[in-house]
T-cell receptor
Framework: ETGVTQSPTHLIKTRGQQVTLRCSSQ?????VSWYQQALGQGPQFIFQ???????GRGNFPPRFSGLQFPNYSSELNVNALELDDSALYLC?????????????FGPGTRLLVL | AQRVTQPEKLLSVFKGAPVELKCNYS??????LFWYVQYSRQRLQLLLR??SRESIKGFTADLNKGETSFHLKKPFAQEEDSAMYYC???????????FGKGTMLLVSP
């Protein structure tokens, strides 16, 4: 059984650029949730994908978008980066729609926007 | 809009002392509440959920709908309990999850 992995571990971008973050879900899981965690804050729910469809979305603008692939891995794309997008981005995989009681978190990708 | 409030950023206790980490929520529907924990250099993980009414690592949490609270309690703190604790609220249908800002628990010997 493999755990949740995320890539890259960290990266630096400049304002206005676009970024893609990747998440591989735990074996057997079909749901991926993405969170943004700013320094000193709790994680904020961005959205969730269940069987390749968006299954729920938090209060984030459309420039935050995602994909889930047939193998249930997922991408988070952020366009037109802003300074406030600097944060730790966490993904979590789980089994079934919602699945917050069974989700396993990845180590996160730390994004710095200059 | 749903909201989760954890009023304490830091709670410092001595080993063997009782612990209560406070969590209050605001939600118009029937809440589904969780506690997550992050130990040093480890990933965020689920500690417990209110619907299961389990005791995990000696911790319990009771949902009080009248006071809109879901405080986390342990009668005798251990040094290994030192960690960041987050309270979280799932919306109806589990379509979103709202976290509080977290409370750092520090247990001293």
């Amino acid at each position: 059984e493999t755990g949740v992995t995320q890539s890259p571990t960290h990266l630096i971008k400049t304002r206005g650029q676009q970024v893609t973050l990747r998440c591989s879900s735990q074996s057997g899981h079909n749901t991926v949730s993405w969170y943004q965690q700013a320094l000193g804050q709790g994680p904020q729910f961005i959205f969730q994908y269940y069987r390749e469809e968006e299954n729920g979305r938090g209060n984030f603008p459309p420039r935050f978008s995602g994909l889930q692939f047939p193998n249930y891995s997922s991408e988070l794309n952020v366009n037109a980066l802003e300074l406030d997008d600097s944060a730790l981005y966490l993904c979590a995989s789980s089994l079934g729609s919602g699945g917050f009681e069974t989700q396993y978190f990845g180590p996160g990708t730390r994004l710095l926007v200059l | 809009a749903q909201r989760v409030t954890q009023p304490e950023k830091l709670l410092s206790v001595f080993k063997g002392a009782p612990v209560e980490l406070k969590c209050n929520y605001s939600y118009s529907g029937s809440p589904e509440l969780f506690w997550y924990v992050q130990y040093s250099r480890q990933r965020l993980q689920l500690l417990l959920r209110h619907i299961s009414r389990e005791s995990i690592k000696g911790f319990t949490a009771d949902l009080n709908k009248g006071e809109t609270s879901f405080h986390l309690k342990k009668p005798f703190a251990q040094e290994e309990d030192s960690a960041m604790y987050y309270c979280a609220l799932a919306s109806a249908g589990y379509s979103t999850l709202t976290f509080g800002k977290g409370t750092m628990l520090l247990v001293s010997p």
